[in-house]
């Protein structure tokens, strides 16, 4: 499945933190502070996302008080499962346009599933049957296990994933076992 280019491409990404000014400290950033580590990453999501694309957040969106103008910076129809710090903030992101807020997502592109968390799963529904796992928390700091990877700017390039990057390092890895 190729779908790059087409009208409505799909991305995820995870853990901007934007204006969390320590997450440049605590996950060696190469940002000067937070104005530049906001304004980077959202130029990098802005080159990578268009308007008509859809875009899986998986947590850890904004330490701001007021979300908003960061969010309405962003292209995309942004959907986000809740990260642990985004609890905080739960008010706020409610009040933005998401096309859902969920807490974990099972999401089904034709015959691919894709459970979609904050956290990293050791097993995900219908793993054994070839889903993918996509995370964030985790900041680049935990290896893959089977099809499941960090979805998170850290481990991207300050830049959200693709589908068809996800799909690509997935086509050989290990179909996990039945429990």
Request: proline share 4%; glycine share 8%.
């Amino acid at each position: 499945m190729t779908t790059i280019g087409k009208k409505g491409d799909i991305w995820f990404t995870s853990d901007q933190h934007y204006s969390h000014a320590n997450v440049i400290r605590f996950c060696n950033r190469p940002f000067a502070d937070v104005e530049e580590m906001n304004e980077a990453l959202i130029s990098n999501y802005n080159e990578r996302v268009k308007p008509e694309d859809t875009v899986y957040h998986l947590g850890d969106f904004s330490f701001a008080r007021n979300p908003a103008p960061v969010f309405y910076r962003l292209n995309g129809n942004k959907n986000l499962v809740l990260g642990n710090h985004d609890w905080k903030r739960l008010g706020d992101l409610k009040k933005l346009p998401w096309g859902w807020i969920k807490d974990v997502y099972n999401l089904r592109i034709a015959d691919t599933k894709i459970w979609l968390a904050h956290f990293a799963h050791r097993s995900w529904p219908a793993g054994h049957r070839g889903a993918i796992h996509l995370y964030g928390h985790s900041h680049g700091n935990l290896p893959d296990l089977g099809r499941s990877t960090d979805a998170g700017v850290d481990a991207w390039d300050y830049k959200p994933v693709h589908l068809d990057e996800i799909l690509r390092m997935m086509k050989n890895r290990e179909v996990g076992k039945h429990h």
